[in-house]
């Protein structure tokens, strides 16, 4: 690793109104280096990349590449000075070849592409960093790990020598995060410098030679990754201690609560997306539900909650089918659900915060009365449980969308859990949430667990799948590949499990108890 910066960012300032983004950030990273870039959600790290990246200008401060400054005005600019970045959500265009996409938004392409030449240089980049891929294959043959590839290939084709990768093994499993750490080293090697955006301390120190943290806007310390631990690291981002392992208390399932067996569903392709699937939630204990995206995942929560229909099986909740029931008789069956999309799906964003803590409530006393609904009681309550649940907002009465995403997700917790449910579907919870507020969200789960609900936990974060989960089921192509329970189980044998290789493990058993019809609503 050369001691020379191939990029320097010195006392950048951006400002938007009402908010100092970033405050005269200096950032460096150097030729053959991995630089990890760490901050809570709103520290300013999307903000500098922004900046590097041309899609902001900042209001001070110099850009310098291997010691020549560079002001850029847009996107093409930065490309045109060596510096790429590879989105956390890809940008590929499906019914494409790989070469077709890595060209595409290419400058100067001439009006006769010479395929051959186009594939012949992909697959040289490809071999050069130990990133295998089929040049001629359509994007939607290639997995999730494989069409990362090709993104860094897209980057690596222009020229790339400063490459920044948002939440790279977001979408990975174990062990396709293994082959892009082997990736990330072959780059390192041959010079690059990689800038690496992760809520993942374990990989941001397994694989960076430096950190740098932001915190409101400004660089708070650079470091050696080499003697930092995670605690140091948390409490770096967040300005307190944090603390890593959940105060899990034994165990002890009651009931089952949710039955689901031999559930199948379309997705909205018209796709299977769930072949009989077959999994029992009991009370008092979280259920994790592991897999790559795009594995039922989504469906199954929808099925559950009545916003989708099957196109087979039962749904048992307190012996009652819900199944194709709608959303209201889920509802009133005691289901609480927390979605992965928060602003579209959880939340009003143009509500207020005691509007959306009430949208279960405001059909029935005391807030609801008739046609009538007491506002007064309505703000009351949102205040109480502004302060249960720690949430961060001027009042009740902001718009929900003027919140930080967790305190977004503490609202939609806030009103899920106030209903005192019976069961709670929590899919990714924390995701996209800085490592303050997953603490928080994580604890809170725990702590109905402990009240004897059940839990069923969707989540592609290992992590929190093994930290709070009591029993891990792997879902594969909408089917459940095995359940193992959470103090046994092996990383590596459910990451196996999530890339369609079974091990020996626990099958999901069939749901064999009675159930009645719903009531209409």
């Given amino acids: 690793m050369s001691d020379s910066y191939a990029l320097e960012m010195r006392q950048i300032t951006k400002r938007f109104p009402g908010t100092l983004a970033n405050d005269r950030v200096d950032f460096t990273a150097r030729e053959g280096e991995i630089h990890a870039l760490l901050g809570e959600n709103g520290a300013g790290k999307s903000t500098l990349m922004n900046v590097l990246t041309g899609l902001y200008h900042p209001d001070e401060g110099e850009i310098y590449i291997n010691g020549r400054r560079f002001r850029f005005n847009s996107p093409g600019d930065a490309i045109a000075a060596g510096v790429g970045m590879v989105h956390q959500h890809f940008m590929l265009v499906p019914n494409q070849t790989v070469a077709e996409n890595v060209i595409l938004g290419l400058r100067d392409v001439p009006f006769r592409l010479n395929g051959r030449r186009i594939e012949e240089n992909v697959q040289a980049i490809s071999e050069q960093y130990g990133l295998p891929i089929d040049p001629r294959a359509k994007i939607w043959q290639l997995s999730v790990g494989e069409q990362q590839r090709v993104e860094i290939i897209k980057v690596l084709y222009r020229g ?15 062990q396709e995060t293994q082959g892009f750490f082997a990736t990330l080293d072959e780059m390192r090697r041959q010079g690059k410098t990689i800038i690496f955006i992760s809520h993942k301390l374990d990989e941001v120190l397994s694989i960076a030679d430096r950190i740098t943290v932001l915190r409101h806007g400004a660089n708070v310390a650079t470091v050696d990754a080499a003697g930092m631990t995670k605690p140091e690291l948390a409490s770096l981002m967040v300005g307190r201690p944090v603390l890593f392992h959940i105060d899990k208390p034994e165990c002890k399932p009651g009931e089952p609560r949710l039955l689901l067996d031999g559930i199948s569903a379309l997705d909205n392709k018209g796709l299977t997306a769930l072949n009989r699937l077959s999994l029992t939630v009991r009370s008092g204990e979280i259920v994790g539900v592991a897999g790559v995206a795009g594995n039922g995942q989504r469906e199954l929560a929808e099925v559950i909650c009545g916003l989708r229909a099957t196109t087979g099986g039962v749904i048992d909740i307190g012996q009652n089918n819900v199944a194709d029931a709608p959303p209201i008789v889920v509802i009133n069956a005691g289901v609480a659900y927390v979605p992965e999309d928060r602003g579209a799906v959880g939340t ?20 609801g009365s008739g046609l009538f609904m007491d506002r007064r009681l309505m703000r009351e309550q949102a205040a109480e449980l502004i302060k249960r649940f720690d949430i961060s907002t001027p009042g009740p009465l902001t718009p929900v969308r003027k919140l930080s995403g967790g305190n977004l997700q503490k609202v939609i917790l806030a009103r899920e859990i106030s209903s005192n449910p019976r069961v709670i579907i929590a899919a990714y919870p924390t995701r996209g949430l800085d490592i303050g507020a997953t603490e928080n969200v994580r604890n809170i789960l725990v702590d109905e667990r402990s009240n004897g609900t059940a839990i069923l936990l969707i989540s592609e974060d290992l992590d929190e799948i093994f930290a709070l989960s009591d029993r891990i089921a792997v879902l594969y192509e909408g089917e459940v590949a095995g359940v193992v329970p959470g103090e046994q189980a092996d990383r590596d044998a459910v990451g196996l499990m999530m890339a369609g290789e079974t091990p020996e493990a626990e099958t999901a058993p069939a749901v064999t108890t009675p159930h009645t019809e719903a009531a209409p609503s």
């Fill in 160 to 174: 790339a020598q400063i490459l920044i990768l948002d939440e790279p093994t977001a979408v990975l499993t174990p």
């Fill in 348 to 367: 009003a964003p143009n509500l207020s915060v005691a509007e959306n803590m009430a949208l279960k409530a405001y059909r029935k006393p005391p807030i």
